[in-house]
Each structure stands twice: as C-alpha cells, then as structure tokens.
C-alpha cells in the first residue's frame, strides 16, 4: 500500500458542486494519508463603499453594507463546516482537513494556480459555479483551470459521480504510462476497478461501423492490426498497474474501433457505469487541435454527465 502523504487542494465557492468535489476528494482519497484544504477567495472588499463621495448620505449606508458583508463571510464559514460534515460522512478524518479562506488580490484563476504551487499534489474542482449562466457565458473556472494549469493533476467533478471505478483513456504511450504513475501515487488503487480503454482510429475507413465496445482480461489485438497503435502496450501498462498493488480481477481493458473517439469515450462510460474518466494531457498538440477543434480533454469535460474527469499535466 502506498504510504506517499498528499496535499489535495479543493476550491470553494459555496456552490452545490463545489460541496460535491469535496466529497468526492473524501472518498477517493486516502484519509490515513491524505491532507484536504478547502479553499476559498474572499472577493468581498472590506472598503466597500468608503471610496464614495464624502456625502452624508453615501455614509449611512456604510453600515448597511458592512452587516451584508459580514453575512457572506459567515455564509461561506457555514458552507465550509458543511462541506467538512458531509466529508466525515463520507469516511473522511475530520483532522485531516484544513479551511483556508484568502482574501482575493488577483483574479480567481490566478489565486488557485498560486495556492495550487504551495506543496499541493492534486486540485479538485467542481465543473460548473453558483452561477450556472455565467459559466455558459464566460466559461467556468474549471474549463479555464483545464487550459492554465499543467503542473497538477488537476480533477474536475460534475455531479455527484460514483467512486469505486475508473477508466483510463489512452492514445499514446508517454501520456498512458504517466498517467498509470499518477494513480498509483494517489490512489490506494487495490480499492478500485479499473478498465484501459482505448478508441482505435489508426486506418479508419468512410462508412465503417463503430464496434461493440467489449471488455476481456486476455491478451488482443487491435482490432486494426495498426503496428503503431498503442494496444500492443496494453499489457506492460496493466503489468504496471498490477506492480503497484491492483488486484488483477479488478483490472481490464477495452478496445473499440471508431473514428468519434469522444462519442465512443462517452459511450463506453455510460454503459460500464464509470465514475472517474483519467486522461493524459499532451504538452505539444498540433495548432488544428488545439485552436480549432479543440483538445481532446476539454470535449470530454463539455459533453460529460456526473462524472469526474482526470486531468494528467
């Protein structure tokens, strides 16, 4: 068992899903080993309303707005006990888990990627705010954390998803094997079932038929018989995962041929009933995919439904 201690940081907004990313984080996380900090920005100023003109009746309402900012402050306190209950619910230790509220001099984005620098080893985050037309509009801090932050695994939760399965998506073997580190170090993964899937496209012809997404522990071979596909690196990436502690029946591969690799991705984890999606981000992408089309990741978190995404920097 991995006895590697971990920072996990969790920004709090006071929203429903912000309270969900944190039970999530409880329950996927170690509670013997594991240091969660709930994290809030303060954007309330405390001269709110002191740089009026020097008129009387500016001044009368100084107090008026001092109790409404006294209010939010106490309101997030009382959110931030919340979420700390309903992470104790969820079997996580009480003492293991910090409230830092900071009060906001950069914009948001900047103050987490900041904190997220202090001996953090992980950042979860709800997908959507308080705000649910703001984030349509402007876009969430989740979707913008996706294209800022590439030191962290950074853990995007939408929902309320299960927490006992996991999917790892691979396409090229740098990314597939960095990513199997990165849950090993993590996650007591002897506790998890996961699956290696993987979207063939290499040699896709017009008007092929998706295949039937099907599950097997024994060696295969892809279905394209590509020699630069990456599903002869299966098994040495399943050898990798049963090195670091997973039990082999709690482990399996999938391999479908499509050349919707998002569609089929999404598929795959609705009829196996997955609760966490684990992805390897490239650092070089080529500028169509990266301008253009989007990256593969972000299409993920777009169409994605109570799911958590991994995102491995």
Request: glycine share 6%.
């Amino acid at each position: 068992m991995n006895s590697q201690k971990l920072k996990i940081l969790v920004p709090i907004d006071g929203s429903t899903q912000a309270l969900h990313a944190a039970v999530y984080a409880a329950r996927m996380f170690a509670p013997t080993r594991t240091e969660i900090v709930l994290f809030h920005v303060d954007n309330q100023s405390t001269d709110l309303g002191r740089s009026l003109p020097d008129n009387p009746l500016y001044h009368e309402k100084i107090k008026a707005i001092d109790t409404w900012v006294a209010d939010q402050q106490h309101g997030i306190r009382q959110f931030m006990e919340l979420a700390v209950d309903s992470m104790e619910k969820a079997g996580f230790y009480r003492p293991s888990v910090q409230i830092k509220i900071k009060k906001k001099n950069e914009w948001l984005l900047d103050e987490i990627i900041n904190e997220s620098r202090e001996g953090y080893d992980a950042v979860v985050v709800g997908k959507t705010g308080k705000s649910r037309l703001k984030d349509r509009v402007i876009g969430s801090v989740a979707t913008k954390l996706v294209g800022k932050m590439n030191l962290l695994p950074l853990i995007i939760v939408d929902g309320n998803p299960r927490t006992d399965k996991m999917m790892l998506s691979i396409d090229r073997q740098e990314e597939a094997f960095k990513s199997i580190s990165c849950i090993a170090t993590l996650l007591d993964i002897q506790k998890f079932k996961i699956a290696i899937s993987h979207v063939a496209m290499c040699g896709t012809q017009q008007g092929d038929q998706p295949s039937e997404p099907s599950i097997s522990d024994e060696k295969h071979m892809c279905p394209l018989r590509d020699v630069e596909c990456i599903c002869p690196s299966i098994e040495n990436m399943r050898k990798c995962f049963e090195d670091a502690g997973i039990l082999s029946e709690h482990l399996t591969d999938i391999v479908v041929k499509d050349d919707n690799p998002v569609a089929a991705t999404l598929e795959l984890l609705r009829i196996n009933q997955f609760g966490s999606i684990v992805v390897g981000r490239r650092a070089i992408v080529p500028f169509i995919e990266e301008v253009i089309s989007g990256r593969y990741s972000r299409k993920i978190l777009k169409k994605m439904e109570n799911m958590a995404l991994w995102v491995i920097n």
